[in-house]
Every structure is written in structure tokens, then in C-alpha cells.
């Protein structure tokens, strides 16, 4: 584990250290070990495996703790080391990075035990969670506090960029039937996975949801009439907010992944939903967040940009290449959330 420890980083080890002395004789509750976990799922992957994909930078203030969940065919480091960890880090957070397997591209719903173990771990320290999730990386938090009930207060805020919530029209691509990465079937938007994710409630525990979104973005579609990035669309909870970015800044030039790498609008965005209580607010923002010159994204590079940039590009060797994970129809819901789908 301690080969997961870099820049002084904390991998679960330190954490959970941490949790000893600030909760007296508490114990981390990853896959059932207490009672408030035993009605809840456990976990297919074993906790050692689990633990190395968290690493956090040492805590050194009070308040929520930022974890930070990547996308598609990235892995969490590579995706936030040069942007928003240093960035977060300048402005007083602590960050928490969380990576799973295969750069995302085999079941999500394994993906998304690596995201309870981070937030259980993080929580055991004392502290709440706030999430920055970017496209795939809002479904495993999403689906996380879905099936996992207890993680419920232990969030503060989720906070997802060009999240598909609803599905992608691309992947429609899977009735094909040609061999495919098993997460692609699960994008559909009348896959079994979106219709357990969006089951009950789409924004369950008191937890301030924001949903950015942009109307380039080439995957996540349709953004109108209905954005499939939205939660609880026109339903006027003060909990949620569905932000467009072109309506805070018309006419911005922001795709699907410059939205969750370097846009600065939507930066500024993040830091309001991070720092107020509710979700992101445009209004309480300012429209200054949109530059001289609207839409033209300035870019949200922290002074150690090349450094970091360089530094992740150079540990890619000792990533592997990714399994991809080709199948020919969606991996079958786990047991745990079997229910909430009506047999056809």
C-alpha cells in the first residue's frame, strides 16, 4: 500500500489512522463490519484492493473533505493531479482522489464499490464528503448513495460534470451486438443500470446535488428538451441545480472533456457549490466566472501545471494497459438492486 503514497500523500492506511484518533475505538464500516452494514451490499472486491485505489493529501483543516472520481478511459490521478487537486489544494480543501479498475471501462457497478470504500474511509476520519465527479465518475457516486443508504450523511455535496444520468443516445451502438466494453451497454439509456440508478428517488439524503452540463458536449445528449445530465428536472428542489453552462456564459465553447479538465467557468461553479450551503448558485458565482470574453473558455491551470502534467504522463508505463472488458450484452444487476427493475 505504501507504493500509493505520493507527493505525501495518505492512502486508507493513514486514514484510517486518522479515524483512530479523532473517533475513539471506531471502526471502518467498508463491507458490513458494523451494524448499520449488515442489510446493506457487500463488496465483491476484496478491501486490500479497494484501499489502493484512495489516496488523499495529508488532512490540515476542518470541513468536508474533496473527493475527486474520474472518467471513462482515464484513471484518477492522471485526470486531476495537474487541474483541480492543486487548484482545490490552493484554496484551503483537502482532496481525496479515487480510482477504479480498467480506466472505467468494465461494470460500473464493481466501479462504484471503489467509491463507498473512499467515501466510508474518508467519513471514518471525522470528516464529510464532497464529491467532484466527471462524466462516468458522477454514476458511481450516484449509484453508490443509491444502494448504500448509510453514505447519505456522510456527503455534503455531489457535485457532477457531464454526468450521463439519464443514459447516452451513442450507446444504442449496443444492439449491434458487437463485442463491446461492458460500461457501454451500461451508458443505454434503457439499460438496466439506468433504470435501477434512477429508481425511487434520483437525489436520495440530504445532500446538495449540481449537475454542469454543456450544450458541445459530443456524448452526453440529448441536452434538450430534457438534458439527460439533469436530476429531478423542473421540479423546483431547492437541493438540486441543472446548470447549462451556455446559459451562465452564451455561447462557451466547452465540450465534454474540457468541462471536467480546465473550463474555468465551471471551476468557479464547483468552488460556489463547495463553499455555500445548497448546490452551485450562477447568480451568487457572478458573471465575472465567464472572462472577458464569454465564450472562450479561460482555462483553470494551476501554477504547477506542466510540472504535474508531466509528472502523471510520465508514471503511465506502470498503468497497464486496461482489460477492455468486451462483452456482447449488459453485465446482469447484482442482486442488491435486481428489485427495482420490472421484468419485461
Not at 457531464?162 to 434503457?190: I, K, R, S, Y
Not at 454542469?212 to 436530476?231: G, K, M, R, W
Not at 508514471?315 to 421484468?343: I, R
Amino acid at each position: 500500500m505504501f507504493d500509493h503514497v505520493k507527493k505525501g500523500r495518505l492512502t486508507t492506511l493513514g486514514l484510517l489512522f486518522i479515524a483512530v484518533l479523532t473517533a475513539c475505538g471506531g471502526s471502518s464500516s467498508g463491507s458490513g463490519s458494523s451494524g448499520e452494514r449488515f442489510s446493506e451490499p457487500t463488496f465483491e472486491t476484496e478491501m486490500s484492493v479497494l484501499n489502493e485505489g484512495l489516496v488523499c493529501n495529508p488532512f490540515t483543516e476542518s470541513g468536508p473533505v474533496v473527493l475527486l472520481v474520474h472518467g471513462t478511459f482515464t484513471h484518477g490521478e492522471e485526470q486531476w493531479t495537474w487541474n483541480y487537486e492543486p487548484l482545490l489544494l490552493g484554496e484551503g480543501y483537502d482532496v481525496c482522489i479515487v480510482t477504479y479498475p480498467n480506466r472505467g471501462l468494465s461494470d460500473a457497478q464493481i466501479a462504484a464499490e471503489y467509491v463507498v470504500n473512499a467515501i466510508d474511509q474518508i467519513a471514518d476520519s471525522g470528516r464529510k464528503v464532497s464529491i467532484v465527479g466527471h462524466s462516468q465518475g458522477g454514476m458511481g457516486p450516484r449509484w453508490a448513495v443509491r444502494w448504500w443508504p448509510s453514505l447519505r450523511d456522510k456527503i455534503e455535496d455531489m457535485i457532477l460534470l457531464a454526468t450521463p444520468n439519464h443514459g447516452l443516445e451513442f450507446a444504442q451502438l449496443t444492439a449491434l451486438g458487437l463485442p463491446m466494453p461492458a460500461v457501454f451497454f451500461q451508458f443505454g439509456q434503457e439499460s438496466n443500470y439506468m433504470q435501477a440508478l434512477n429508481s425511487d428517488d434520483e437525489t436520495p439524503g440530504d445532500i446538495d446535488y449540481t449537475n454542469i452540463y454543456t450544450q458541445f458536449d459530443e456524448l452526453v445528449q440529448p441536452v434538450s428538451p430534457v438534458p439527460t445530465a439533469a436530476l429531478d428536472w423542473q421540479q423546483d428542489n431547492p437541493r438540486v441545480a441543472n446548470i447549462l453552462i451556455q446559459d451562465v456564459c452564451p455561447g462557451r465553447i466547452v465540450e465534454h472533456a474540457t468541462i471536467g479538465l480546465t473550463d474555468r467557468a465551471t471551476y468557479e461553479l464547483v468552488l460556489d457549490a463547495l463553499a455555500n450551503g445548497g448546490p452551485a448558485s450562477p447568480e451568487r458565482a457572478g458573471g465575472e466566472i465567464c472572462g472577458l470574453l464569454p465564450f472562450l473558455p479561460e482555462p483553470a491551470l494551476s501554477p504547477s501545471l506542466l510540472t504535474d502534467f508531466i509528472d502523471v504522463f510520465t508514471s503511465e508505463g506502470g498503468q497497464g494497459f486496461p482489460d477492455l472488458s468486451l462483452v456482447t450484452e449488459e453485465p446482469p444487476l447484482k442482486p442488491y438492486a435486481q428489485s427495482a427493475v420490472q421484468p419485461e
